[in-house]
């Protein structure tokens, strides 16, 4: 249960274009606050990809 609650919030990240941020109304950027999928990948290999993409990945697909 804790896997697919913890999945289907990154699911639901990717759908909403980010999550809150906890010091004002400015919105986190997609990704850095996640664990699952956070340093999974370089800069060079992610460069010119959406965002949504990577998140939407959780890593997978190499």
């Known amino acids: ?3 697919k609650e913890r999945y289907g919030k990154a699911a639901l990240r990717v759908v909403e274009g980010g999550a809150a941020s906890c010091c ?5 950027p997609l990704g850095a606050v996640d664990p699952i999928t956070a340093n ?12 949504e993409a990577l998140i939407a990945s ?5």
């Open 1 to 3: 249960e804790v896997v």
């Open 24 to 28: 004002g109304s400015k919105p986190t």
């Open 40 to 51: 999974l990948y370089s800069d060079a290999q992610t460069a010119g990809l959406p965002e």
């Open 58 to 62: 959780l890593g997978c697909g190499n």
